[in-house]
């Protein structure tokens, strides 16, 4: 075997444990069974579920589509297929007890590991005779799956913090550099081409495909994400009370279910505080809002005067690089994310403070782009021109264009290797449980 497959295989097996290891974190280092097997939120699985579901889609994949092996275990597919059982149904099912969820998932890396020695990962040829892509390209199929579990991991966090009782996540200190605010609130995105999704990126989704050059016009962004101090003057105005701020979707969001602030806010007195993880803390100023459903961000944006910026906007925003006209895989550049870039991983249980990040800044001065919370773009979810669903309809295609909003960037919950600028997250525009802030943009007067 060459050495390149070697360091491939080498990444994907370190990467395979890391996400384990952070899924059994959240689960079975975290919670007793009761706590496992409760449905904290209608809107959420139990955390059990997620779990068995993580290896199960570990073994359809990498054991029995990409392996040829024969299925472990065939008669638990469709309790842990997303389609067939609703979030709020799986509490019902005859799901796996946290000890065989535990064990099943092992028995599948085990096989995993063995099959991935003799595996050939190489990156096919351009115009290698059979048709379309192959699961193995590139170790597409274990990037895939190792992105799946990470995914799931950020949505065990959202269960967490829905969860009622007493902490059990721990949050380690923090340690990114000191705070420097930026000097600037917005910068000016130059009109012109730029080279939107990806051909080649060994990792990305079919969703993220195929590359495409796009013109777009001068627009200016936010540098930074809107922060809680900034959103709460929206609130403090009247902003849940004043029906001209809102689309008529987001007024019957916001009437139907008395909002007044975003998610986990309380009023205490003059000043708001929050529920973050099973404890109460004054909500702090300088960080970017989170828990902000699609049409909170887009009725604060009308207030402000500005607007959400579209998918490709924020897209250019985060790749382009006006000096040589590329598009990079992160605002900073093509190497892979540092702490220093930007917050993810989990390394903290929120984001980071604005302005924390300025080595993670785009060649354009945007910062805080990957990372820290998923921004909401005004973008229904659709498929790029020319795209083809790989390997599985299931994944992105069923969801387009039925009035899903993209989401871009990643947050603090987001693994690294499971974002970069391409990445195309999405959701109902009435959700709010998920990492979700947004930053604003606005035209640019024509010269
Ligand atoms: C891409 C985050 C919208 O979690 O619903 C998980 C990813 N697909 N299992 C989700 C996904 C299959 C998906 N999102
Ligand atoms: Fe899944």
């Excluded at 993810?344 to 604005?354: E, F, K, N, V």
Aim: overall charge negative; proline content about 8%; aromatic content about 10%.
């Amino acid at each position: 075997m060459n050495h390149d497959q070697e360091i491939a295989k080498e990444r994907i097996a370190a990467e395979l444990d890391r996400s384990r290891g952070r899924s059994n974190a959240l689960t079975l280092r975290a919670l007793d069974d009761e706590g496992l097997l409760a449905q904290h939120s209608p809107l959420m699985s139990p955390l059990v579920w997620d779990l068995a579901h993580v290896g199960n889609y570990e073994e359809q994949w990498l054991l029995r589509a990409a392996g040829g092996r024969e299925a472990l275990r065939p008669d638990i597919d469709g309790l842990y297929d997303a389609f067939e059982n609703p979030r709020a149904d799986r509490v019902t099912l005859p799901l796996l007890r946290p000890a065989e969820a535990e064990e099943y998932n092992a028995r599948v890396r085990k096989e995993v590991l063995d099959t991935l020695e003799t595996a050939d990962i190489a990156p096919r040829e351009p115009g290698a005779p059979g048709a379309g892509r192959s699961l193995l390209d590139a170790g597409f199929v274990y990037h895939m799956v190792i992105q799946h579990e990470h995914m799931h991991d950020e949505t065990m966090l959202a269960t967490h913090q829905l969860r009622r009782g007493a902490p059990v996540l721990l949050e380690d200190p923090d340690d990114v550099a000191p705070l420097r605010v930026p000097r600037q609130d917005e910068v000016l995105v130059p009109e012109g081409p730029f080279t939107m999704g990806t051909d080649d990126d060994p990792w990305a989704y079919d969703n993220e495909r195929p590359a495409r050059v796009v013109d777009l016009a001068a627009f200016w962004i936010d540098t930074r994400p809107v922060t809680n101090a900034a959103y709460q003057e929206f609130v403090e105005d009247g902003g849940y009370q004043s029906r001209r701020w809102w689309t008529r979707d987001g007024w019957e969001w916001c009437k139907g279910r008395d909002a007044v602030a975003p998610a986990f806010w309380q009023r205490d007195g003059h000043a708001w505080i929050r529920r973050r993880f099973g404890r109460q803390e004054i909500v702090p100023p300088d960080e970017p809002v989170q828990h902000v459903s699609f049409h909170e961000a887009r009725a604060y944006a009308t207030w402000a005067g500005k607007r959400l910026p579209t998918e490709a906007e924020w897209e250019k925003a985060a790749r382009f690089d006006p000096a040589t006209g590329r598009s990079h895989r992160y605002p900073w550049g093509d190497e892979e994310p540092e702490p220093r870039h930007a917050n993810l991983g989990q390394r903290r249980l929120g984001p980071s403070p604005a302005g924390r990040h300025p080595d993670g800044a785009s060649p354009l001065g945007v910062q805080q782009l990957i990372g820290d919370v998923w921004e909401w773009t005004s973008t229904t979810f659709t498929g790029y021109p020319g795209f083809a669903a790989f390997p599985y309809r299931e994944y992105s295609e069923v969801f387009f264009d039925s009035g899903y909003k993209v989401l871009r960037g990643g947050s603090w919950a987001t693994h690294p290797t499971a974002v970069r600028s391409t990445f195309r997250n999405w959701d109902h525009p009435v959700r709010r449980q998920i990492f979700s802030g947004f930053r604003c943009a606005r035209d640019a007067e024509p010269v």
